[in-house]
């Protein structure tokens, strides 16, 4: 036996039975976790990815049955407010099951897409074709006959602006399919099984929210490309510890401080031949973070430094090559991406942009050489992300988190003044206009309700896409607060059959890191936390400093220490909730969380054993240098720079001083966090003399959709829990 599978049967060897804490599992409420599990909490059934067509006619969505995440296509027709079902993956699969390439897996991981069946679509620019992709085979649907054809195999298909073609990738490299002949034509020739043309390299997939490695050209003649060469880029390998049969899987993984892929941007004609390479000093800003080829605009795009605190925006000329710089950026602590910007009007004019120059993020107007026209908003708007714009009638829509548990739909001139709130009230509103400006989706989440697909023209409502979800057998007794002069967003739930004058144990669930709001008034986002606290519990989540939408400051707080203020502001908002709400019984604290929250919930017990009497961490990141580069670097810095950072943010640091019941869970499979983070920490205790608990998810990654596994996991870990709380 090798000296890991030594160390994994004896940190298994600390697991409980099943009878030291677990009662049985009718008495811990299974059948609603049940249904949590196989709803995927409830969401399943309804309407997602709602997308007005072009001609402003009809919406398209995807929509699954209430317990099978099985998506279809669906229609609703503007003009008579019906809805049809249009595809259904049965149709094309003919009774075949659903295989997928490691590419297209490790794709819907980074995209967090736990359905099958169809998971995304787009539409031609003249409504009249679909092009959906299942079981790693392309399909065309035409609306009108209802015709479907099959085209070629590939990954993230996109048709053409005049819908003639579709481009996608296969085995690394990038193709044209036309539509009219059938031909297909191949673009690219990768040299190496680790350079891929035309797919975004893992970290601008997993850190930049860039999912694209290719876009077509206006005039549909061009085609512009990443190339990315990972030979450079350290190699893991991820294995299905339950099947040692199968081979590992080797996946380049970059570490902070080690080489990243080498990218660059080419252009290429749609008949072939060579491409033109976009000249940029790819030494001094190595990131492609941002590519757009809008209609009316060039092909423009955002690059960073390594360090993420300066980004420059080009324009690119597709024949030679050569840039214009459009503006620059700098921040002394880092530069956070806006995906939704740049935005270029149709004629050419200027372009929409975000900045937080200002100390909050705002949407600019600039001029097509990158001049500052006007704000479009206030620091005070809250400025989240740009929706749409409409260059004709000179009007932009953009989502505001003026309030950050919340998220509100408004609409500003390109002339500048005030903004004009289209949604008011808790919760969140999301929408996704059509290319014609005058229809939209919106999807809203509020704290009454799980979320609604509203259809809308500017001047009134059409109706909702209908769902088919299930229903929760009970709504979420929620309470939201604001505490101390700093403003810390807080949630609490209380249990349904809550006795003002008892004191409850309290459970802290937790996210707390960067670019995640963990407080939000929805009835979804508190609706597990009910299941805990109606088994005895007070319920608490604490947004601090280093979450999102409430201005520069607030956010850098956490530079060079991500074991500092996002454990302090727990504690300290924590402390305030026990002055103000006496029911909470702060000498019985238990905190649970996944990913970064469960690095927060292993650290506060390794490091505030005062305040958190027990554990729960779930793929927790460990030790930041085995994270990735984009992630990491941009919040500790290169680890030879600031390596004092790097070990106070290490769980392995503080793991000797463990005093509290600590259960580890984590995904053998997962390639976001591997599975050795837990390994590691589990050595680090055992070495230590600290007890623990390990609960290994064999196949399972970073994410856990299966409702077994899902059912028997919280089942566990209510009973540790419990066990240590005693509600």
Not at 247 to 273: D, F, H, Q, W
Not at 323 to 344: G, K, Y
Not at 681 to 697: N, V
Request: glycine content about 8%.
């Amino acid at each position: 036996m090798t000296r890991a599978v030594l160390l994994v049967v004896a940190v298994l060897s600390w697991l409980p039975s099943p009878a030291s804490g677990a009662e049985a599992p009718d008495k811990l409420g299974a059948g609603f976790l049940r249904q949590h599990a196989e709803t995927r909490g409830f969401k399943l059934g309804r309407p997602t990815l709602a997308q007005p067509t072009p001609d402003g006619k009809a919406v398209l969505f995807l929509r699954s049955a209430a317990r099978e995440p099985t998506q279809s296509l669906y229609e609703l027709d503007v003009a008579s407010g019906q809805t049809r079902e249009l595809l259904t993956p049965a149709r094309l699969l003919n009774g075949a099951g659903e295989q997928l390439s490691p590419e297209e897996h490790a794709r819907r991981e980074r995209m967090r897409v736990t359905s099958t069946g169809f998971t995304s679509f787009t539409v031609s620019d003249d409504s009249a074709r679909v092009l959906v992709s299942l079981s790693g085979q392309l399909y065309v649907y035409e609306r009108k006959s209802g015709a479907v054809r099959a085209l070629a195999a590939g990954l993230d298909p996109q048709l053409s602006p005049d819908g003639k073609r579709v481009a996608f990738v296969r085995d690394n490299d990038l193709y044209v399919f036309e539509l009219a002949s059938g031909k297909q034509t191949r673009l690219t020739h990768s040299p190496h099984p680790r350079v891929s043309n035309g797919l975004a390299e893992f970290v601008a997939q997993e850190e930049m929210a860039r999912m694209h490695g290719f876009w077509w050209s206006p005039d549909s003649r061009q085609l512009a490309f990443e190339e990315a060469d990972s030979r450079p880029v350290e190699t893991f390998h991820l294995l299905d510890v339950t099947h040692p049969e199968h081979e590992a899987e080797a996946t380049p993984y970059p570490r902070p401080g080690s080489a990243n892929a080498l990218v660059r941007l080419g252009v290429i004609s749609v008949n072939g031949g060579k491409p033109t390479w976009i000249k940029w000093d790819s030494n001094r800003f190595p990131y492609l973070c941002t590519v757009v080829w809008d209609q009316g605009g060039p092909l423009t795009l955002a690059v960073e430094s390594r360090d993420q605190r300066d980004l420059e925006l080009y324009t690119a000329e597709p024949r030679s090559g050569a840039i214009t710089r459009l503006l620059t950026e700098h921040d002394d602590a880092w530069l956070n991406l806006d995906q939704s910007v740049p935005r270029w009007l149709p004629d050419g004019s200027g372009f929409a942009w975000s900045s937080e120059r200002s100390g909050q993020k705002q949407l600019e107007l600039r001029d097509r050489k990158g001049a500052l026209v006007r704000p479009l908003s206030s620091v005070s708007d809250g400025y989240d992300q740009l929706v749409d714009v409409d260059g004709a009638a000179r009007v932009a829509w953009f989502s505001a988190a003026s309030e950050p548990t919340d998220l509100q739909l408004v609409r500003v001139s390109l002339e500048g003044g005030a903004v004009t709130p289209i949604t008011t009230g808790p919760g969140l509103h999301e929408a996704v206009f059509g290319k014609n400006h005058q229809l939209y989706a919106l999807q809203t989440s509020t704290p009454d309700a799980l979320p609604r697909t509203i259809v809308h023209t500017l001047d009134r409502v059409i109706g909702e896409l209908p769902n088919i979800g299930e229903t929760p057998p009970f709504a979420p007794n929620v309470e939201y607060t604001t505490i101390l002069p700093e403003g810390f967003r807080a949630q609490i739930v209380r249990p349904r059959a809550y006795q003002p004058h008892r004191k409850y144990p309290v459970i802290v669930d937790v996210y707390g890191g960067p670019q995640v709001h963990h407080v939000q008034r929805t009835f979804a986002g508190a609706l597990f936390d009910q299941w805990y606290a109606d088994r005895g519990f007070i319920v608490v989540s604490i947004d601090g400093r280093g979450t999102p939408d409430r201005g520069r400051a607030w956010e850098r707080a956490l530079a060079s220490n991500l074991a500092g203020v996002t454990l302090d502001d727990q504690v300290t908002a924590l402390k305030a909730l026990g002055a103000k709400y006496p029911e909470l019984d702060l000498s019985r604290v238990g905190i649970v969380g996944w990913s970064f929250g469960g690095y927060l919930a292993a650290l506060a017990v390794l490091k505030r054993p005062d305040v958190f009497h027990v554990g729960v961490a779930g793929a927790p990141v460990v030790d930041w240098r085995d994270y990735d580069t984009f992630y990491t670097e941009r919040y500790l810095g290169l680890p030879d720079a600031n390596p004092e950072a790097y070990r106070q943010s290490s769980l392995l640091t503080w793991a000797p001083k463990l005093e509290r019941p600590l259960l580890i869970v984590h995904g053998t499979r997962d390639d976001n966090v591997y599975f050795f983070h837990s390994l590691k920490l589990c050595e680090a205790l055992f070495r230590a003399h600290r007890p623990f608990e390990l609960l290994p998810l064999p196949g399972l990654t970073h994410m856990v959709p299966d409702p077994l596994v899902k059912e028997a996991l919280y089942t566990r870990i209510l009973g540790t829990l419990t066990n240590e709380l005693k509600p």
